[in-house]
C-alpha cells in the first residue's frame, strides 16, 4: 500500500526524473520500433532476392541438364519419321538411363497424358495422368503438355522425392518434340533453397532480437545515468538549498539581534536617560514639599513634566519606527511621508517628497516592502552617504509602482554590486523585492560623485482595484 500510494503521490524528484526519463523512453521506443521494422523490411528485400538468385540458378542447371540429354539424342530424333518406333525406344532407353544426383532424372509424356519415361518413379511409366495434380490442387501433367506444345518452359508444383518419399517443392524444365508430340522434361528439387531462405530468416531475427536487445541495454544505462545524475544534481542542491537556508536563518537572527540591540540602545541612551532626569527632578520636588518650599517645588515638576513629554515623544518613534500605525490607517503615501519628514527634522538633510495619485492600491505585502526599503535608504543615506539633498518619488504606473530614492552623496564602494554584497540592508531591500517578483535597482559611482539612486519596482499583480481595498481614500495620494 505504501508502494502504491508513493506510486501515485510521487515527490518532487521523483517528477523531476519522470520528466526527464519519458522523453528518452519514447524516443528509444520509436527507435527501435523503427529500426526493427527497417531491418525486416530490407532483411526480406534480402533473403526474396537471394531466393530469387538461388531459385535462377537451379533453372539454368535444368536448362543445362535438359540440353545435354537433347545432345545425346538428337541425332536419332533428328533422322526419325514421325512414327518411327525404334527411334522412340531407343530414345527412350537413353533418357531412363540418364541419372544424376540423389534424386535426378528425365521424364517423357505424350500429348494425351501417358507417362513414358520415369527411372526413378517406375510406377508411372504406361500410364494416363491427364488431370494429375500436387496436394495444393496445382495441375501438372496437362500445364506440362501445355508448356510443352507452346515451345518450352518452367512450372512449379510439390512432388514426392524418390529418395525419401516425402514431398517436396520442386522446379522441372520441360520442352516439346513436336513431330513425335512428346514431352521431355526433368525436374529438381528445391528444399535446400527454403531451408536456406529459412535459415537467413532466423539469422535475421536473431540480428533483430541482439539489437532490440542492444537498444533496451543503452535506453537502460541510459536512465541509470539520469537518475544518478537526478540523485547527484538532486543532493547537490538540497546541500545548497540547506546551506542558504543556514545562512538566511543566521541573516535574520543577525537582523534581529540589530534590531533589538538598536531599541536597547535608544530606550537606554534616549528614554531611561530621561526617565532618570524625570525621577530627579520629582525627587527634587518631593524634598522641597517635604520642607514647605511650595514655591521652589514648581520648577522641578514642571521641568519633570517637560522631561516626561520628551519620554513620550521617543516611545512614539520608536513604535513608529517599529510598525508606523499611519502605514495601517492612512496608507504607504502619507506613512513615507512622515518618514521624511522626520528624517528631515531630525538630521537636517533637504528632503523633497513627491507622489502622483495610484491607479490602484497596493496590497499589505508591497506597502510593507516599500516602505521599509524607504527606511532603510534613508538610514544608509545618513549614516554613510555624506548627502546633503534627498529626493524621493513615488508613484503607481500601468505596469506597477515605483518608489525611487536618490542623494548627492558619494555613492557607494562598489557601485552597483553592492546590491550584492555583504552589506545587510542591501541585502535585506533585494530579498523584498525578490518575495515580490518585483526588481530593485541599485545605481551608484563614487568616482563621478553623482550620489546614488534606489529605484524599487512593484508588478501590477500587487495592486488592487479600489473598491477590493479597505483603506480609506487618503491611500490615492500613495
Known sequence: MRFLRSLLTPSYGQKVFLLASLPLIVAATAITFLVVNQSRQLAEEEIR???????????????????????????????????????????TRILSAMLYGQDGYFFVFDYAGNNLVSPRQTQLINRNWSGLTDPAGTSITDELIRIARSGGGYHVFDWPKPSTGETARMVVYVVGLQDWRWVVGTGIFVDDVAATVAAARAGVEQRINRTFLFIIMITAAALLSVFLSGMVLNLRERRLADAKLKKLTQRVLDAQEEERGRVARELHDGISQILVGVRYTLDNARRRLSRGDFDGAEAPLSKGLDHLGTAITEVRRISRDLRPGVLDDLGLGPAVKALTDDFRDRTGIETEFSTVVFRNRLDQDAKIAL????????????????????????????????????????????????????????????????????????????????????????????????????????????
Open 371 to 478: 516602505y521599509r526599503i524607504a527606511q532603510e535608504a534613508l538610514t544608509n543615506i545618513e549614516r554613510h552617504s555624506g548627502a546633503t539633498h534627498v529626493t524621493i518619488d513615488l508613484r503607481g504606473h500601468k505596469k506597477g509602482a515605483t518608489l525611487r530614492i536618490a542623494d548627492n552623496g558619494h555613492g557607494l564602494p562598489d557601485g552597483p554590486r553592492q546590491a550584492s554584497g555583504p552589506g545587510l540592508g542591501l541585502r535585506n531591500m533585494q530579498e523584498r523585492m525578490e518575495q515580490l517578483d518585483g526588481t530593485l535597482r541599485i545605481l551608484s559611482s563614487r568616482g563621478a560623485k553623482t550620489g546614488t539612486v534606489i529605484e524599487a519596482r512593484v508588478p501590477l499583480t500587487h495592486l488592487l482595484p479600489p473598491e477590493q481595498g479597505t483603506e480609506p481614500k487618503m491611500e490615492a495620494k500613495a
Open 49 to 91: 532476392s537471394l531466393e530469387d538468385q538461388l531459385i535462377g540458378a537451379k533453372r539454368e542447371e535444368l536448362k543445362n541438364y535438359l540440353s545435354i540429354a537433347r545432345t545425346a539424342f538428337v541425332n536419332i530424333y533428328g533422322r526419325a519419321a514421325p512414327d518411327d518406333e525404334a527411334a522412340k525406344l531407343e530414345v
